[in-house]
């Protein structure tokens, strides 16, 4: 196999797919801009290219944030890539809904290939009783620490909020930053009102909005959930300029020892790869809330990334081997050992892969857990989700009140679209 890599890393620059020509493909990722991404990327093509020389791939990788604007151009464009990395719930179905997804079932029903994953991740992926994309990694959001800091300071894991907020009260007379958050991208906010709404409410509340549940609502919950949050910014407990700040950046905070502590997904162990000598991760669940309506074991979880195929993909045999391999025993398992990041794939997040903080949030935390809540901004449709990065980023920075902020995503999310 023979490779062509094309990094794009500005927003201003086109991502164009074009047919590709027999026994090639073109093969999008966001496997860029963190190191242990574009390891495992690397990994999984040079083994690709070893077992099936036959096959020529065009390369395209993009950061996050860039990729989901550029596919989304190329997708409306009609010049979608062959195979693709997407996120599952709202931003896959919107490709669904339009046609341009290949349905994948019936190579899944070959050799087992189907029973390979976790049901419940491929369950993230279907749309009307049909799966068009294949689900790559579990990712759960939890508190991250420096054990080496905590235990200077004194300091012990808080299990209410009231002790988390006491905590950070302490943190700040410190003189660090209480909680780490980079926004400017928008997605790292939303842990922060998800938890406090699963913790208040309960599981499954954009889940209701997405599959038209007449009853559905964000509820009182959803503005006392807005003005909790706001009121961390308020009390200063967040970096100064958080809404403008990378999430690279306010992970060196927290790495260097400037922030206290980061809500974060389980990806937070492979970008603390390079934490300076001394600092020791560890991680704790969302805390209680006094009086949260919500199953407090609840951790907010979900498939995190999966890859398609276009239905205008004329190399469609060569598609699915790419996806098989990507998503074999072997492959996941390295995903594993290099991004410490939960899989799909049953029986590859080994113990050994995954060392012991990622195994430990797989046993302690998420298979106590009453419920798994899916990301709410992957579930719901792309233009709520939009509304909701923005009434988000308002909210934090007081220029949208809560209960108007409650009252917008409500209204966005019955608009379902």
């Known amino acids: ?61 993009a950061e996050q944030s860039a990729y989901k604007t550029k596919l989304n151009t190329a997708m409306a464009s009609g010049n979608p890539p062959d195979v693709f990395y997407t996120l599952p719930g709202g931003f896959l179905n919107a490709f669904v809904k339009g046609g341009q997804m290949y349905a994948l079932d019936a190579d899944l029903a070959k050799d087992g290939w189907r029973e390979s994953f976790l049901e419940s991740a491929i369950a993230q992926t279907m749309k009307d009783g049909k799966t068009y994309a294949v689900p790559v990694d579990v990712d759960s959001v939890v508190f991250w620490y420096d054990k080496a800091l905590f235990a200077e300071k004194g300091w012990t894991v808080p299990k209410t909020y009231d002790e988390l907020m006491a905590l950070a009260e302490k943190a700040k007379e410190e003189g660090l930053v209480p909680f780490s958050l980079g926004n400017k991208d928008s997605w790292p906010a939303t842990f922060w009102f998800q938890y406090m709404e699963m913790r208040l409410k309960g599981s499954g509340v954009v889940a209701s909005f997405v ?72 991680y704790f669940a969302f805390p209680s809330v006094s009086g949260g309506a919500g199953d407090q074991s609840d951790v907010l979880a979900g498939v995190a990334a999966s890859f398609g195929i276009s239905e205008k993909a004329e190399n469609k045999a060569d598609a699915v081997t790419l996806l098989k391999f990507l998503t074999s025993s072997e492959v996941m398992t390295k995903y594993v050992e290099l991004r410490k990041t939960m899989v799909t794939v049953k029986g590859a997040t080994t113990e050994a892969a995954a060392g012991p903080v990622l195994y430990g949030i797989s046993n302690e935390l998420m298979n106590a857990a009453g419920h798994l809540d899916s990301f709410y901004d992957t579930a719901m449709p792309p233009a709520a989700t ?24 409500e209204d966005a999310l019955k608009a379902n679209k």
């Not at 020509?21 to 690397?42: E, M, N, P, R, V």
């Not at 939009?386 to 902020?405: C, H, K, M, R």
């Open 211 to 282: 599959n038209g549940d007449a009853g559905a609502t964000l509820g009182a919950e959803g503005e006392k959930a807005f003005q909790t949050i706001a009121e961390i910014a308020q009390k200063d407990y967040f970096p100064i300029g958080f809404n403008g700040m990378s999430d690279q950046e306010a992970n060196m905070l927290f790495l260097n020892g400037q922030a206290a502590m980061l809500l974060n997904g389980t990806w937070q162990i492979g970008a603390s790869a390079d934490a300076p000598e001394g600092f020791e991760l560890g």
């Open 1 to 61: 196999m023979k490779l062509k890599r094309l990094l794009i890393a500005g927003a201003a620059l086109a991502l164009t797919a074009f047919p590709a020509a027999a026994g090639a493909l073109s093969f999008w990722h966001a496997y860029a801009g963190q190191q242990d991404k574009i390891d495992f990327i690397t990994f999984a093509l040079d083994e690709f290219a070893k077992k099936h020389p036959d096959i020529t791939l065009d390369v395209v990788a």
């Open 386 to 409: 939009n509304i909701y990065y923005t009434t988000l980023q308002g909210v934090l920075d007081g220029s949208v009140a809560p209960a108007d902020g409650a009252k917008r995503l």
